[in-house]
């Protein structure tokens, strides 16, 4: 098995392309794996110490940049296809998947034009336009969330669910020790949400003292050090990092998680089954996030508030209204467990290794 996974910029896109590769070399121990991203930092740290190889390709977005950005980003389209071909006849794959990021196009297309089969995986419950396009060329698309299927050609798309991590699959049946204290988690996702950061420390500006609660907040690159000294100014007891690189320890020991809407974290909050406080990024594009979340609040496993209409006090109180109602939590816990699909990176090895059949 040679096969090439693609895309990159964000964790959310990173993360189920690890978890597939890994489950494809783990099928088969002899094959090949090499991983296509960009060079930006995170897709390098989240790649180093991989089992496969990593390459990356000079690509620039299209969407939501100015007329002169829009066409430096066409310069270099033509660029970045070269760059793909060169390295698709290299490695010789026998399937290339595309798991999102502006990336995966040229690679994507690259080997559908050097008759290579392909697929994409799309995350989010409304596809960005690069994989709008590329699903109308590749062989097969494999969906997270019920519903975009509608973007797709009809017959293309099957839902398999969003792969999770081998070792957040290992956590999930664990439970956390038993403290007097609760434990907040904060994800901004791999980068950070500079406002859910200060919206968290507005929330807990006041002294903590006869409130037991501990707090572990990923906060991105810029802010660790203010989040840090904020925490400390108001005596609350927090482990602030910019990136947590254990993020199953992390999942385990939170009773509640205060997050963005990421489809790869939602999918990681429903293998845990943990309840959560979900605040969308609202510049998200055609505000996926918002749509994302909605599911999991209408099915009782989380709150949801538009970042436009939150505010510290009110963020406080909703954290509290919950961590002070256990049955509550709980049953948010139980419900956000019924939205998990465990199953998902074993789907797409399944579904396609037997697109290479056909």
């Known amino acids: 098995m040679?096969?090439?996974?693609?895309?990159?910029?964000?964790?959310?896109h990173l993360f189920p392309g690890i978890a597939v590769a890994e489950e494809m070399l783990r099928r088969f121990p002899q094959g090949k794996i090499l991983f296509v991203s960009t060079d930006r930092?995170?897709?390098?740290?989240?790649?180093?110490?991989?089992?496969?190889?990593?390459?990356?390709?000079?690509?620039?977005?299209?969407?939501?940049?100015?007329?002169?950005?829009?066409?430096?980003?066409?310069?270099?389209?033509?660029?970045?296809?070269?760059?793909?071909?060169r390295l698709v006849r290299a490695f010789k794959p026998q399937l290339v998947l595309g798991v999102g990021?502006?990336?995966?196009?040229?690679?994507?297309?690259?080997?559908?034009?050097?008759?290579?089969?392909?697929?994409?995986?799309?995350?989010?419950?409304?596809?960005?336009?690069?994989?709008?396009?590329?699903?109308?060329?590749?062989?097969?698309?494999?969906?997270?969330?019920?519903?975009?299927e509608d973007f797709f050609p009809r017959g293309k798309a099957v839902l398999t669910g969003n792969p999770v991590r081998a070792e957040l699959l290992q956590e999930a049946g664990r439970r956390k020790d038993q403290v007097a204290s609760k434990t907040v988690l904060v994800l901004g996702g791999s980068q950070g949400a500079h406002r859910v950061n200060s919206l968290m420390v507005e929330a807990f500006a006041q002294n903590q003292s006869g409130e037991p609660v501990q707090i572990r907040h990923q906060t991105g690159n810029s802010d660790e050090e203010w989040v840090r000294k904020a925490y400390a100014a108001a005596g609350v007891t927090a482990q602030v990092s910019s990136f947590i690189s254990d993020m199953a320890a992390a999942y385990r020991d939170a009773d509640l998680v205060v997050s963005r809407a990421g489809?790869?974290?939602?999918?990681?909050?429903?293998?845990?089954?943990?309840?959560?406080?979900?605040?969308?990024?609202?510049?998200a594009a055609d505000d996926h996030q918002t749509t994302n979340a909605a599911f999991l609040v209408a099915g009782g496993a989380a709150l949801m508030f538009q970042e436009r209409d939150l505010d510290g006090p009110k963020l406080r109180e909703a954290i509290w209204g919950l961590l002070n109602d256990v049955p509550r939590l709980q049953s948010m816990a139980t419900r956000m467990k019924e939205f998990a699909r465990p199953e998902a990176t074993a789907a797409i090895v399944e579904k396609s290794i037997a697109l290479l059949a056909a």
């Open 41 to 85: 930092a995170i897709d390098n740290k989240t790649l180093a110490d991989r089992a496969f190889e990593k390459k990356s390709i000079v690509c620039l977005p299209l969407k939501g940049k100015s007329l002169l950005g829009t066409v430096k980003s066409m310069a270099q389209l033509p660029i970045s296809l070269w760059q793909a071909l």
């Open 2 to 12: 040679r096969m090439i996974v693609t895309g990159g910029g964000t964790g959310g």
């Open 263 to 283: 489809a790869t974290t939602l999918a990681e909050l429903a293998v845990l089954g943990r309840p959560a406080i979900l605040i969308p990024f609202p510049y």
């Open 101 to 148: 990021g502006y990336v995966t196009g040229p690679v994507v297309l690259a080997a559908r034009l050097l008759g290579v089969k392909t697929c994409i995986h799309e995350q989010n419950s409304i596809p960005g336009m690069a994989n709008r396009m590329l699903g109308k060329i590749v062989d097969q698309v494999y969906i997270s969330i019920p519903g975009s």
